[in-house]
């Protein structure tokens, strides 16, 4: 058997710039030469393939440095009669530094090969141990597989891009980070054999071969719409998402500023506004398979059939198999989700603002240094169209457990507030208490020295003095009742609002400064109740207030202290923890958007592929920890290093 020696150019360069000398110190032993090249799969596409001169597609930027980066070379050869692993030859680190300093460097290997032979030549760039032993243990054919045996987010893509911990941002700050990358050799886009002969002997007639490699994971970014920038009172410059809701007729200004915003639901900040891949698929195959069904996706990945993963095989109204799924899908539902958002150790990451001018030099500038870059990784996940549960799964109202998709959490202070009528009256007690006998008072509510101060007092008597001034009254009067034991304030400015909530948190013993006691009753700043219109039997707002919308948002006090007349406020108002409300959309990676909603099939997950979701809007207060919510999204998915022009309004 003869020795087959591979000469590899990276970084897409073209065929004139390989230069036929070796370095003299490394000595060829093998009369079979093959000159191959390398590149960056485009487009999302396993196996897709840049312009035929090598330069980088429009629809194609770069990524970021780890990213990109090539530590570790392997090549994998396969005799292609018995598709059995007959070698697997690393690149030397030496060779490998010599290319980072020159994008020309012709790389040179000794494999294993005999003339006549036909063979399959795989490029697996920075192989962990474990996938070098899992091609070991394998030694025959490319579906190779990596599996996860851990619960976690973070652990489970730590096996598939070490040192990120899920994160892009991660992986930029790790010494040696890097994203493994896979893909076979060719000949002129032909076929995946290659036949060793005689006139392959001398390097003036080297056989040329070239390979698209792609990384092994996909990446998810969120993009939030924000307002221009206010100035509030304390000199704080804020930016708000954008929170309207369209099906209301009031005016809701954002932010303490002079020109109102109509509609407004309330302010939610940029660095409140968080994302995180779920449903994340367990395992990938380390070379994309093909599928050959009839499906929605031309390739496969090893749980491709929602219906196993049903109760017994019955309807769907029988719920999922949690077991099954959960050893193949890591999913987070509301609760274990939220406790991931307040944990400090969480993996929710945050949002970017969305910014037309640098959105063009993302999809326009390859090289620019001002593109969107920040995203959370994923394997790819496919699936076949189910047959007997089609329907059924189509209107299932909640996430999927087995489907890809972006749980998204923004925290909102809303503007317009439901209060008990005599909230006024109870903080003038509470204040007063406080004023008796200060430390000893807060015990009796569970407070301590700072948790409420003389801050809050000359706070509370600006408040009442301006929201009950003549003409609004929102303390007193009749003009702003709702059902007679409510009142609609309508705050002036997210600080406001804030007292308002945490106060009425505060003088009915429902406060911890803890945000994990929600368990235990008790609940952190922020923390308010939405309650959906749909259950009101009267009137929703007094014919004074010109204001009618899906929601009421009320103050802990106001759900607290609600009597038998207002069971229903009781019954059906759900806390929103801390303000934290959660959304998620599917991802449509096959454009069946639809009516601005996207079905469950659209979410194949694909590879080396980038999805860059623009929120346009938070319309509605999303899902607690026991009411999920469906988000309408219009998303496309495009190559790993475009953003695409995804918008959600969530209403």
């Known amino acids: 058997m003869g020795i087959l020696v591979a000469v590899a150019c990276f970084a897409g360069c073209n065929e004139d710039t390989i230069r036929e000398d070796f370095p003299e110190k490394e000595e060829i032993t093998g009369n079979v030469y093959i000159r191959f090249r390398m590149n960056l799969s485009g487009n999302g596409i396993p196996g897709g393939t840049r312009a035929g001169d090598g330069t980088i597609p ?59 032979q036909k063979v399959k030549i795989y490029a697996a760039v920075n192989m962990t141990e474990r996938m070098r032993q899992q091609f070991n243990f394998s030694r025959s054919g490319n579906a190779v597989s990596l599996s996860s045996a851990h619960n976690d987010y973070r652990d489970v893509i730590e096996e598939f891009v070490p040192g990120s911990a899920g994160k892009q941002e991660m992986l930029e700050n790790c010494n040696g980070g890097c994203i493994p990358m896979t893909g076979q050799f060719v000949i002129d886009d032909i076929g995946g054999e290659i036949e060793i002969t005689e006139g392959h002997a001398t390097k003036e007639d080297a056989l040329q071969v070239k390979a698209d490699v792609s990384r092994i994971v996909a990446k998810i970014h969120v993009l939030a719409t924000m307002t221009e920038e206010f100035t509030l009172s304390t000199g704080e410059k804020v930016k708000y998402a954008h929170a309207e809701d369209k099906t209301s007729n009031s005016e809701q200004p954002s932010g303490e500023a002079t020109e109102d915003y109509t509609n407004w639901i309330g302010w939610i900040r940029l660095k409140d506004v968080r994302y995180m891949p779920n449903a994340v698929n367990k395992s990938t195959y380390l070379f994309p398979q093909a599928n050959n069904k009839e499906g929605l996706c031309p390739w496969k990945d090893l749980n491709m059939d929602l219906e196993s993963y049903v109760v017994g095989g019955q309807d769907i109204d029988m719920g999922f198999d949690t077991p099954a799924w959960a050893k193949d899908y890591v999913f987070y539902n509301g609760v274990s989700l939220h406790k991931e958002n307040i944990s400090a150790a969480g993996h929710l990451a945050q949002a970017e603002a969305y910014d037309e001018t640098r959105y063009d030099k993302t999809v ?51 503007r317009r507030i439901v209060i008990v009528k005599d909230y006024a009256n109870k903080m003038d007690a509470f204040v007063k208490g406080y004023k008796d006998k200060k430390e000893e008072f807060l015990g009796q509510y569970g407070l ?62 429902l406060w911890s400064r803890n945000a994990a006691d929600f368990e235990n009753g008790k609940y952190p700043d922020g923390t308010f109740y939405v309650y959906n219109v749909k259950y009101d039997n009267l009137q929703v707002a007094p014919s004074a207030i010109d204001w009618k919308q899906g929601y009421l948002y ?62 346009g809007n938070f319309g509605m207060p999303g899902g607690s920890i026991s009411r999920p919510e469906y988000i309408r999204v219009n998303t496309e998915a495009v190559g790993w290093d475009y953003a695409g022009r995804g918008e959600i309004n969530l209403h």
Not at 107 to 115: D, L, N
Not at 394 to 400: D, I, K, Q, V
């Open 364 to 414: 326009n500038e390859p090289y620019s240094g001002d593109r969107y870059t920040k995203g959370m990784y994923c394997p790819e996940n496919y699936f076949d169209t189910p047959t007997t549960h089609g329907d059924a799964f189509g209107n299932y109202e909640e996430a999927l457990p087995m489907v890809t998709h972006v749980s998204i959490a923004a925290r909102l202070t809303p």
């Open 554 to 615: 009320l103050t802990a006090g106001a759900v607290a202290t609600a009597t038998t007349g207002n069971i229903d406020i009781k019954t059906y108002s759900v806390p929103h923890l801390g303000g934290w409300g959660y959304y998620f959309t599917y991802l449509d990676q096959l454009g069946q958007t639809q009516n601005g909603k996207t079905p469950y099939t659209a979410s194949q997950v694909t590879r080396n592929t980038y999805y860059l979701i623009t929120v």
């Open 448 to 509: 301590t020295t700072g948790d409420f101060t003389d801050e809050d007092v000359n706070r509370w008597e600006e408040i009442k003095k301006s929201y009950d001034a003549e003409g609004r009254k929102y303390f007193s009067g009749t003009d702003n009742l709702y059902r007679e034991d409510f009142r609609i304030i309508k705050t002036d400015s997210e600080a406001d609002a804030a007292d308002i909530i945490n106060w009425s948190l505060k003088i009915n013993k």
């Open 58 to 116: 429009k629809d194609e930027t770069p990524g970021a440095d780890k990213e990109n980066a090539v530590n570790t070379i392997d090549l994998l050869v396969y005799d292609a009669e018995s598709d059995k692993l007959t070698d697997i030859v690393p690149v030397g680190a030496e060779q490998i530094e010599q290319f980072k300093k020159n994008p020309d460097y012709n790389f040179y290997v000794s494999v294993y090969a005999g003339k006549g």
